[in-house]
């Protein structure tokens, strides 16, 4: 057993730029398919509703880490080799596409409705009607919510040390182990996503003031 030591606290935030990469898939990757939930669940097809609500209400009905469980070790039992890296990756895009998908199929809806009726009186089809009306509107009102929602992204990714990713909660683990000093591992395991995740906090509070004045005037 040692002393934890600034070694350590150097080896733990050298993982904090694992954390980032797979926030950055997941959000990424997130961000990607659940713009197509979005739209699936404010489309005019019943089919597309339906699959889109079923998708949400399973990656929203089931913890993250169950998710991470059941890629990491049901792979395998189907015949895919796969690591902790790619299923970390894999359940986070999807933990993440359905609470993304959600977040702006309510940011598409809040537009009024006077908006998409203009532009079915302009004879715009559907694919028209969001990217040139719709989606620009919903984008102002979906930064604030979805930034905010990053933040849980990233702090997703310390339940990725369950499978073995050394991210900074794993790194952590890795020390505490070796020093048996949990208190000053953790706390600089906190310190690092804090660290990380205040500024994404204070930039998404900001975002829903100016929104809230913007509104009001």
């Not at 359940?91 to 977040?103: D, Q, R």
């Not at 990725?160 to 505490?176: C, D, K, L, S, W």
């Not at 182990?177 to 205040?198: D, G």
Request: net charge positive.
């Amino acid at each position: 057993m040692r002393t934890f030591g600034f070694p350590d606290f150097l080896f733990i935030l050298e993982a904090a730029r694992w954390t980032l990469a797979l926030s950055l898939i997941a959000f990424i990757g997130g961000a990607t398919l659940g713009l197509v939930i979005a739209l699936a669940r404010t489309s005019e097809s019943k089919t597309a509703r339906l699959l889109s609500t079923g998708f949400i209400q399973v990656f929203q009905g089931t913890p993250l880490l169950l998710q991470l469980f059941l890629i990491f070790f049901g792979a395998p039992v189907v015949g895919f080799d796969i690591n902790p890296w790619i299923a970390a990756g894999v359940a986070l895009v999807l933990n993440s596409a359905a609470f993304l998908g959600e977040i702006w199929r309510g940011c598409i809806e809040a537009i009024p409705r006077g908006q998409t009726e203009a532009a079915h009186a302009l004879n715009l089809g559907y694919a028209s009607r969001m990217r040139d009306v719709v989606l620009p509107q919903a984008f102002k009102i979906a930064l604030a919510p979805t930034v905010g929602y990053v933040v849980q992204i990233i702090k997703g990714t310390s339940l990725a040390a369950i499978i073995g990713f050394t991210e900074v909660t794993r790194a952590g683990q890795i020390i505490n182990n070796a020093t048996f000093q949990p208190l000053y591992v953790f706390t600089s395991v906190a310190a690092i996503y804090f660290a990380i995740c205040w500024p994404l906090s204070l930039m998404a509070a900001r975002m829903e003031r100016k929104r809230a004045i913007a509104f009001a005037r």
